[in-house]
Structures are given as C-alpha cells and as structure tokens.
C-alpha cells in the first residue's frame, strides 16, 4: 500500500504541472453544459467550439439489505490487508481480476454471479480456461445465484442469495458493473436525451469519439455537416 502512494500520488500534481508547460489550462470544478459552446464551472463560463464528455463512470450499486457492507474496486485497492475471505458480486472483469489476485494470496474466495457464465461477451475458449485455473486455485463459484441480502454475524459477513445459498465471508465486494456519469451535465438542455447507463447522442452531437462513457449505438447518428 505504502508503494501504491508512492507511485500514484505524484501522478495527478505531475500531470498538473506538466499540462500547464504544455498550455493546457486545467479548471477544477463540476462542469455543466449550458449550450453547445458554452460550459458553467462555479460561477465562471468557458466557450469552445467543440467539448470532449470524459466523465467517466461509477460502480453500480445493489439496493438489498446490508449494502452497506458492500464495498467497490476503488477500497478493495485500498485496503491496507486483505482479507481472510472474500467474496465478490458479479464475475466480470473486475471479480475476475481481483479473485485472481486474492486467491494467489491464499485467500477464501467466493464469486457470486447472477448468469451462468463468468466475463460475458469474452472468448469462451479462454473464459473456460481461466475459469478452471482459478477454481484450480481454490475460487468457488456459483452461478445462477442473485444476491439478495448481506448481513453482519459473529463470524464476520453472511451473504445469502435468492436460492438460500448462503457464503461467510469477511468482505464483499461489489463488481456488478459501472454507470455512466451523465447526470447533471447540462445534457438535457441540449436535446440530448439520457437513458439509464448509457448516452444515447441525437443529431445535436456531430462527432462521437469513445472513451469509456457508454453509448446506446443503435441511436447514434451522426451528422457529418
Ligand atoms: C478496477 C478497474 C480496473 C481497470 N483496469 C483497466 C485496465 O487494466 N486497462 C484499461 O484499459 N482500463 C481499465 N479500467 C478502465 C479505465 O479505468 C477506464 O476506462 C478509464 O478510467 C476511463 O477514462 P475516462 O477518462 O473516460 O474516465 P475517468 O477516468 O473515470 O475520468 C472521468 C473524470 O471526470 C470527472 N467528472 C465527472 N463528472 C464531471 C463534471 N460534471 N465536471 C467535471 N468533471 C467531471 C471525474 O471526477 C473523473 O475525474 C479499469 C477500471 C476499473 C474500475
């Protein structure tokens, strides 16, 4: 952990500095839309004639009793120590990747996944694979279970699913996808129409270049003009 904040936090005052050498000016605020070439930051506004979205996502969240013991990536790559046993919600790429690294370390690792199969939408050639590694390595599946409570006990955490499975654990941690931070951008203002977890773009936006943010692409049109 010391070597984490070695490492990352120089990053964000380095990049900083390094930006402003460069002519980048950097405004720290929450930006609003206000029209198409005009952006709100606290009190001040800005024109351009184009803004690039890179606002990124968030970790989904479970509404079920005890999602208070739920914790996202962002502690799990806190935590000073890891704990004895883990269990993750949701066997995509970011369980998938953590198990990994907790079940090297030895611990008690259990994935809980809704379908049937882990890192939907992957080769299944290598999903198998990687699967069979990992239970190889003491991780314990189990799909077709939903979640539906967490609750504190004596012995730590007690996760039950929808079946009556039930997993004691010490720390859960939440990994059942991201959503997009589109809310309160000004984006309505614009025509833009949201729809939950992704960005639909109407004829308002004439180019769409990808980060991370997802779209609705079956509604994307682009208007080259
Ligand atoms: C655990 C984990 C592991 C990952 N591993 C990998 C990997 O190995 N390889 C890989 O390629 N990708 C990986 N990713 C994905 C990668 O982190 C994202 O794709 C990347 O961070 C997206 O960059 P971004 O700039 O679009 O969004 P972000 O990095 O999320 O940045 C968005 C920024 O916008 C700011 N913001 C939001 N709203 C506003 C507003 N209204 N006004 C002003 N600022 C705002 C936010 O504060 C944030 O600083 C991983 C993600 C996670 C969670």
Redesign the pocket.
């Known amino acids: 952990m010391t070597y984490k904040h070695q490492v990352i936090d120089p990053l964000a005052p380095t990049m900083t500095q390094l930006f402003t050498q460069m002519g980048i000016t950097m405004i720290t605020?929450?930006?609003?839309l206000v029209d198409a070439h005009t952006v709100k930051?606290g009190g001040d506004t800005y024109t351009a004639d184009n803004f690039v979205l890179?606002?990124?996502?968030r970790p989904a969240t479970l509404d079920i009793p005890g999602k208070e013991y739920i914790h996202d990536?962002r502690a799990f790559?806190d935590l000073p120590d890891m704990p004895q046993r883990i269990t993750f919600i949701g066997a995509g790429i970011?369980a998938m990747?953590f198990a990994a690294m907790a079940a090297t370390m030895g611990r008690d690792v259990h994935i809980v996944e809704f379908s049937d199969h882990a890192l939907n939408g992957f080769n299944p050639d290598y999903v198998a694979k990687l699967q069979a590694k990992l239970t190889q390595q003491g991780v314990q599946f189990h799909f077709g279970e939903a979640v539906t409570s967490i609750a504190h006990s004596q012995q730590g955490l007690t996760v039950t699913t929808k079946s009556g499975l039930t997993i004691e654990t010490d720390y859960v941690l939440g990994a059942t996808g991201?959503v997009a931070?589109v809310e309160?951008?000004g984006l309505e203002q614009l025509g833009i129409e949201l729809r939950a977890a992704a960005l639909p773009l109407t004829t308002t936006c004439r180019r769409l270049y990808r980060?991370?943010?997802p779209v609705a692409t079956s509604s994307i049109k682009y208007n080259q003009s």
């Open positions: 605020g929450d930006a609003t930051v890179g606002t990124g996502q990536s790559l970011i990747e991201r931070n309160n951008l980060t991370s943010t």
